[in-house]
């Protein structure tokens, strides 16, 4: 959100975090110019399991899903804690918070990439640009609803609704950073 306010100064900038801590820490540094919402993006509205990572380094592994052996070989592991949380479509939290309209969105739902994009319901073909990360291995078990997104199904399902991928980075071995546009904007 900092960096994009340095790209974009004069951009209205959202910042939604699911995780409970997470959200409590950006809210002692968050500047005026960013509004911050403490919830999971889904395609339903109601409220769901959350998996917070409890990890000196990385608590952005916090999941809808629980994670793997994978995530917790790799990061400085020390447990689960299984929670409830709200969650929300985000065309139901554009209409609650009368914004007008998704320009970018950056979107990092560790594995829950296409119940998310789902949620935006028809404001997804109005967005000009996703960022997003994607698993490229196994990084969490399904749950009783979901499957973890992949690489593979996200680029089936955004390019069946439009978008393009114009940059894949991939800086670890089960994870890529993607970047999609729309074709309407190109």
């Known amino acids: 959100s900092f960096e994009l306010h340095s790209v974009y100064p004069k951009a209205k900038i959202y910042a939604i975090e699911a995780n409970i801590k997470s959200y409590q820490?950006?809210?002692k540094i968050k500047p005026n110019y960013i509004k911050l919402f403490n919830f999971a993006s889904l395609d339903y509205n109601g409220e769901v399991s959350f998996f917070n990572v409890k990890q000196t380094?990385?608590?952005g592994a916090s999941s809808i899903f629980e994670p793997t052996e994978m995530v917790?070989?790799?990061d400085l592991f020390n447990?689960?804690?299984k929670v409830i949380i709200p969650c929300k479509r985000i065309d139901t939290w554009v209409k609650e918070n009368k914004i007008d309209k998704?320009?970018?969105a950056w979107v990092d739902v560790q594995g829950a990439e296409?119940?998310?994009f789902m949620g935006f319901g028809e404001l997804l073909q109005n967005v000009k640009v996703i960022a997003t990360e994607v698993a490229t291995g196994s990084l969490y078990y399904p749950n009783k609803k979901y499957?973890?997104?992949n690489y593979q199904q996200l680029k089936e399902f955004m390019e069946k609704n439009n978008f393009q991928e114009i940059s894949y980075d991939q800086p670890w071995q089960l994870?890529?950073?993607i970047c999609y546009v729309n074709r309407r904007f190109i």
Do not use: Y
Request: aromatic share 0%; net charge negative.
């Open 25 to 27: 820490e950006c809210l």
């Open 57 to 59: 380094d990385n608590k």
């Open 72 to 74: 917790v070989g790799v």
């Open 79 to 81: 447990g689960l804690e």
């Open 102 to 104: 998704i320009d970018l």
């Open 114 to 116: 296409i119940p998310t």
């Open 147 to 149: 499957l973890p997104t």
């Open 175 to 177: 994870e890529a950073d």
